[in-house]
């Protein structure tokens, strides 16, 4: 069994994760083949290493034996690589497809440091989420950074790290909003048809507020940019006027004061953003080497 470490890395993620279910999405595989991959190592070792439990997994005495072993297997492996990805030393542009919000706000953060870890230079070609599994698909982009989970046998999908969309405006609003606050803002809104505007909407009905098509709208915009910078010029001293976008494109403005946040009733309005790459390209080592890195700093 330990010249196959994919079963151990199952195990551990699920370790991890504290659920089977997570660990299935976190490794891109149905959660029938994460089940199937622990069984075949307690069958292996004629023993249990996992407990289920109602509020997610408990490691029995054995299990936690084996847990140890896999974690001095994993990090020979990791410094393997390392070794393995030096000697290879490949001298390409790593392409990344990205969305808006990701390659706009959230991968510029870390750049500078993913260039240096995966010994690359990096390229990001910013689009929505269904051109970036397009160019996906047709060899354009190595790896897809994406808000959408959408559905494709030839793509494998990892979770990667929550977003969570916000209301905002240039005027202070109430830290929970009520439906009589939305009913009073003047809106600029989403596109209807984009993923934030569905998960407002979706947001809106498990609270019972009032629909968001008997909200005051003055326009509709379909650029994150141009959303936050109409807002942030609107006019202070007359009614709020207030949008939806993601916490991470306006961090810097809340931070300074230029922008404020609200949230619906007790709601957050989260969403899972992906990292998605082709299945032919599962075993390559710069992929892997990626993803592995995407996946620590999340």
Same mark, same amino acid.
């Given at each position: 069994?330990?010249?196959d470490?994919?079963?151990?890395?199952?195990?551990?993620?699920?370790?991890?994760?504290?659920?089977?279910?997570k660990?299935?999405?976190?490794?891109?595989i149905?959660?029938?083949?994460?089940?199937?991959?622990?069984?075949?190592?307690?069958? /292996?070792?004629?023993?249990q290493?996992?407990?289920?439990?109602?509020?997610?997994?408990?490691?029995?005495?054995?299990?936690?034996?084996?847990?140890?072993?896999?974690l001095?297997?994993?990090?020979?492996?990791?410094?393997?690589?390392?070794?393995l990805?030096?000697?290879m030393?490949?001298s390409?542009?790593?392409?990344?497809?990205?969305?808006?919000i990701?390659g706009?706000?959230?991968?510029?953060?870390?750049?500078?440091?993913?260039?240096?870890?995966?010994?690359?230079?990096?390229?990001?070609?910013?689009?929505?989420?269904?051109?970036?599994?397009?160019?996906?698909?047709?060899?354009?982009?190595?790896?897809?950074?994406?808000?959408?989970?959408?559905?494709?046998?030839?793509?494998?999908?990892?979770?990667?790290?929550?977003?969570?969309?916000?209301?905002?405006?240039?005027?202070?609003?109430?830290?929970?909003?009520?439906?009589?606050?939305?009913?009073?803002?003047?809106?600029?809104?989403?596109?209807?048809?984009?993923?934030?505007?569905?998960?407002?909407?979706?947001?809106?009905?498990?609270?019972?507020?009032?629909?968001c098509?008997?909200?005051?709208?003055t326009s509709?915009?379909?650029?994150?940019?141009t959303?936050?910078?109409?807002?942030?010029?609107?006019?202070?001293?007359?009614?709020?006027?207030?949008?939806?976008?993601s916490?991470?494109?306006?961090?810097?403005l809340?931070?300074?004061?230029?922008?404020?946040?609200?949230?619906?009733?007790?709601?957050?309005?989260?969403?899972k953003?992906?990292?998605? /790459?082709?299945?032919?390209?599962?075993?390559?080592?710069?992929?892997?080497?990626?993803?592995?890195?995407?996946?620590k700093?999340?």
């Open positions: 069994m330990l010249n470490f994919a079963k151990l890395e199952t195990f551990l993620t699920v370790v991890r994760e504290k659920s089977f279910s660990a299935s999405a976190k490794l891109g149905s959660q029938p083949a994460v089940t199937q991959q622990v069984k075949f190592i307690e069958d /292996y070792l004629d023993v290493i996992v407990d289920r439990k109602k509020n997610g997994i408990k490691l029995t005495k054995e299990g936690q034996i084996l847990h140890g072993i896999a001095k297997i994993e990090k020979c492996i990791n410094n393997a690589e390392k070794d990805l030096k000697i030393n490949k390409t542009t790593f392409i990344f497809g990205a969305s808006f990701i706009n706000y959230i991968l510029p953060r870390f750049l500078n440091n993913l260039k240096e870890n995966i010994h690359n230079d990096v390229s990001i070609n910013v689009s929505v989420s269904h051109e970036a599994i397009d160019d996906l698909l047709d060899k354009k982009i190595d790896i897809a950074l994406v808000e959408n989970y959408i559905a494709n046998d030839d793509i494998i999908y990892r979770e990667w790290m929550e977003d969570e969309i916000v209301i905002f405006s240039n005027q202070k609003l109430p830290a929970r909003a009520k439906p009589e606050d939305l009913l009073s803002y003047k809106w600029i809104c989403r596109n209807p048809e984009s993923n934030t505007g569905s998960i407002f909407k979706e947001c809106l009905e498990k609270e019972n507020y009032p629909d098509d008997t909200f005051e709208v509709e915009v379909t650029s994150a940019t959303i936050v910078q109409t807002v942030l010029h609107s006019d202070k001293n007359a009614t709020p006027a207030v949008s939806i976008v916490r991470n494109a306006i961090e810097s809340l931070k300074s004061g230029a922008l404020f946040e609200s949230r619906i009733g007790n709601q957050k309005m989260l969403r953003l992906y990292i998605a /790459y082709r299945k032919d390209r599962k075993h390559d080592a710069f992929i892997e080497n990626v993803v592995d890195y995407l996946l700093i999340k």
